[in-house]
């Protein structure tokens, strides 16, 4: 198993651009999440998905959009960029429902707005 | 909303000497986690606690979950250079979204 995969590694974005970070997940689980970190900063949660067809906001939505048409892939777009959108951004999933419902993280995309 | 707090920010330690980093929750946790993220890296699960009062080890790591199941603490004893980089605890309070994760404490270990 692969795991959470997340493309691209690095990307830099000019202001008012767009792009989608895409996140997918080979574990069948069903919780997934996108975060962003700031420089030395915690994990913030900008949205989440329980399930395939269903998304919610987490604490830091604006500025973004997410689809769960699959339960493997949860992309994150942004419409348009702003230089506070600078950060790296970490997909992650979860099996809820288990004893341990761990988050498994993937390897993150770096994202500078100029 | 459900407010978790880590201290210390920073942690400078020599090597050898033991390192604890606290997290406190503004609400009764259903369960809380702790991860490890190497500099560079992405958030790595360490362990999971439930029960209030909880004690886990894993080697030189020990983990506490707080009688009224609001905070947590880890420690680890001994430092090594490996154990370089910053320890998040994540609560989950009641409901079915995601974690709130502390802003996490850096561990910095001088040779």
């Known amino acids: 198993n692969a795991g959470v995969t997340q493309t691209p590694k690095f990307r830099i974005l000019k202001i008012g651009q767009s792009m989608t970070l895409q996140c997918t997940q080979d574990?069948?689980?069903?919780?997934m999440y996108w975060y962003r970190q700031d420089p030395g900063m915690g994990l913030k949660l900008i949205y989440y998905?329980?399930?395939?067809?269903?998304?919610d906001k987490g604490e830091v939505p604006n500025g973004y959009n997410v689809s769960r048409s699959t339960t493997e892939d949860f992309p994150l777009r942004l419409e348009l960029a702003a230089p506070s959108q600078t950060s790296v951004y970490f997909c992650a999933s979860s099996s809820m429902g288990t004893s341990t419902d761990t988050q498994y993280f993937g390897p993150g995309t770096r994202l500078t707005v100029l | 909303g459900q407010q978790v707090m880590q201290i210390p920010q920073y942690q400078h330690v020599q090597e050898g000497e033991d390192f604890t980093t606290y997290c406190n929750s503004s609400t009764t946790l259903s369960n809380i986690q702790w991860y490890k993220q190497r500099p560079g890296g992405h958030p790595v699960f360490l362990i999971q606690?439930?029960?209030?009062?909880e004690v886990k080890k894993q080697k030189r790591l020990t983990f506490q979950f707080g009688e009224a199941k609001k905070n947590s603490s880890l420690h680890i004893t001994a430092t090594q250079t490996t154990d370089v980089g910053t320890y998040f605890c994540?609560?989950?309070?009641?409901?079915?979204?995601?974690?709130?994760f502390g802003k996490g404490t850096h561990l910095i270990i001088q040779p």
């Open positions: 994540a609560g989950r309070g009641g409901g079915a979204d995601g974690l709130t």
């Open positions: 998905s329980v399930g395939a067809g269903i998304t």
């Open positions: 574990m069948n689980h069903n919780y």
């Open positions: 606690l439930v029960k209030s009062g």
